[in-house]
């Protein structure tokens, strides 16, 4: 399947014929992405189908045997690691469980990227300001002193979503954000992560096997089967497919 070639809008993450096996488990058979700016693309797939292993590809935290991968116009397999340090830093990630550190206070859990990352934001005095706009954007302006564990996990989801948007990355990466949650809470955050496109104007890849979460957030869907971007289009064109290896994504 050619990458859709949509000259109006910047592609601010290119993947071309991306494989990748372990043994002779072969995991990406030759996948293919575009992410444009300001795009909510969702990539749904089977539990084990490589959605995390190719998201971990995209970040460089897993060599791929062979393809092109290229994160707002750098060539990841190329970058030393000063230089992919410096391009994650433009990239929040929200991984499967991303756990918060059970032994600092919800401050100090926003203020662990900051200073990683301080060249970033200029060198900072206090951290107060900016650790409450990110708190205040998830609803959570509250709950800057307290500890994890007194938290909901939904609350908890929502404070590794600010601890995201601390460094005002450019493109967000969700493996999964729903997974584990309530319906009602996983509402709430897909309502959170939608805001948060909006008023920053982030460009967002959604990993999920989550139909509802698809249907709400998505503009553009891709359907990793095989290893391979095997469908792609709206979530309406998808769900009305008559191919039954599409059909069987939508049926309840
Ligand atoms: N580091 C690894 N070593 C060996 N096999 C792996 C590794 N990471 C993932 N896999 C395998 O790759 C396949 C896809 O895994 P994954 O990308 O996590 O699936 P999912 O689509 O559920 O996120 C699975 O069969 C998994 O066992
Ligand atoms: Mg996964």
Same mark, same amino acid.
């Given at each position: 399947m050619e990458p859709i070639n949509d000259n109006s809008r910047k592609v601010v993450i290119r993947i071309e014929d991306l494989r990748k096996s372990f043994g002779s488990n072969h995991v990406l058979n030759g996948f293919n992405m575009v992410l444009h700016q300001g795009e909510n693309l969702v990539v749904m797939g089977k539990s084990g189908s490589g959605k995390s292993v190719m998201i971990k590809c995209l970040v460089g935290l897993i060599t791929p045997d062979s393809g092109y991968i290229e994160v707002m116009g750098k060539e990841i397999g190329t970058l030393n690691r000063q230089n992919l340090d410096e391009l994650r830093s433009d990239i929040g990630f929200l991984f499967q469980?991303?756990? +918060?550190?059970? *032994?600092?206070t919800v401050r100090e859990n926003l203020e662990f990227p900051m200073r990683r990352h301080k060249e970033k934001l200029g060198g900072?005095?206090?951290?107060t300001p900016l650790v409450l706009e990110a708190l205040e954007n998830v609803g959570?302006?509250?709950?800057?002193? +307290?500890?994890? *564990?007194?938290?909901?996990g939904g609350m908890k989801r929502r404070v590794a979503l600010a601890r995201t948007l601390i460094l005002k990355p450019k493109i967000i990466l969700y493996d999964?954000?729903?997974?584990?949650?309530?319906p009602i809470t996983a509402k709430e955050i897909i309502e959170l992560m939608r805001s948060i496109q909006k008023k920053y104007n982030t460009s967002s890849l959604i990993i999920t096997h989550d139909v509802d979460c698809a249907r709400v957030i998505s503009e553009r869907m891709i359907l990793l089967v095989d290893g391979i971007n095997y469908a792609d289009g709206t979530f309406s064109e998808l769900s009305s497919s008559s191919d039954p290896k599409v059909e069987a994504f939508f049926k309840k």
């Amino acid at each position: 399947m050619e990458p859709i070639n949509d000259n109006s809008r910047k592609v601010v993450i290119r993947i071309e014929d991306l494989r990748k096996s372990f043994g002779s488990n072969h995991v990406l058979n030759g996948f293919n992405m575009v992410l444009h700016q300001g795009e909510n693309l969702v990539v749904m797939g089977k539990s084990g189908s490589g959605k995390s292993v190719m998201i971990k590809c995209l970040v460089g935290l897993i060599t791929p045997d062979s393809g092109y991968i290229e994160v707002m116009g750098k060539e990841i397999g190329t970058l030393n690691r000063q230089n992919l340090d410096e391009l994650r830093s433009d990239i929040g990630f929200l991984f499967q469980g991303s756990a +918060l550190y059970d *032994s600092m206070t919800v401050r100090e859990n926003l203020e662990f990227p900051m200073r990683r990352h301080k060249e970033k934001l200029g060198g900072f005095h206090d951290t107060t300001p900016l650790v409450l706009e990110a708190l205040e954007n998830v609803g959570l302006g509250h709950t800057m002193d +307290l500890m994890p *564990s007194k938290l909901s996990g939904g609350m908890k989801r929502r404070v590794a979503l600010a601890r995201t948007l601390i460094l005002k990355p450019k493109i967000i990466l969700y493996d999964e954000p729903t997974s584990g949650l309530d319906p009602i809470t996983a509402k709430e955050i897909i309502e959170l992560m939608r805001s948060i496109q909006k008023k920053y104007n982030t460009s967002s890849l959604i990993i999920t096997h989550d139909v509802d979460c698809a249907r709400v957030i998505s503009e553009r869907m891709i359907l990793l089967v095989d290893g391979i971007n095997y469908a792609d289009g709206t979530f309406s064109e998808l769900s009305s497919s008559s191919d039954p290896k599409v059909e069987a994504f939508f049926k309840k």
